[in-house]
C-alpha cells in the first residue's frame, strides 16, 4: 500500500490532461475534494492527485481559481466580484454543484 503523500499542494486534473498544481489548503475549499485528498483510504490522499473527469481544463482551471479566490476572502465582509465569463456560466454551476463550494 502506498503511503500517504504530505505535500502541502495538490494536482487537479482536467478531463482533457491539463494538470493544475494548488496549495491543498486550497483544495479543501471543496467537500468533494477534501474528502478524498484528506484520508490513505483514497488513492487521491495517497497520491495527492484529484482527476475531475467531467470537466475541461477551461473549466478546472476557472474551479482553481475560485478555489484559491474563495480562501483569499474567506474571513472578508466585503468581496470584490470575480469575474466569470458568461459562455462559462452553466459549466461552472454544474462543477459548483459536484464540488459542494
Same mark, same amino acid.
Given at each position: 500500500?502506498?503511503? $500517504?503523500?504530505?505535500? *502541502?499542494?495538490v494536482t487537479i486534473v482536467s478531463d482533457d490532461g491539463f494538470e493544475f498544481i494548488i496549495p491543498r489548503s486550497t483544495a479543501y475549499v471543496s467537500e468533494t475534494l477534501r474528502i478524498p485528498l484528506s484520508s490513505t483510504n483514497f $488513492?487521491?490522499?495517497? *497520491?495527492?492527485?484529484f482527476v475531475l473527469k467531467d470537466f475541461s481544463g477551461v473549466i478546472?482551471?476557472?474551479?482553481?481559481?475560485?478555489?484559491?479566490?474563495n480562501e483569499?476572502?474567506?474571513?472578508?465582509?466585503?468581496?470584490p466580484d470575480m469575474d466569470i465569463p458568461p459562455e462559462l456560466c452553466l459549466e461552472l454551476l454544474m462543477a459548483a454543484d459536484f464540488l459542494n463550494t
Open positions: 500500500m502506498a503511503q $500517504p503523500t504530505d505535500s *502541502e499542494f $488513492p487521491e490522499g495517497r *497520491e495527492g492527485r478546472v482551471e476557472k474551479i482553481c481559481e475560485y478555489l484559491c479566490y483569499k476572502h474567506k474571513d472578508q465582509v466585503n468581496v
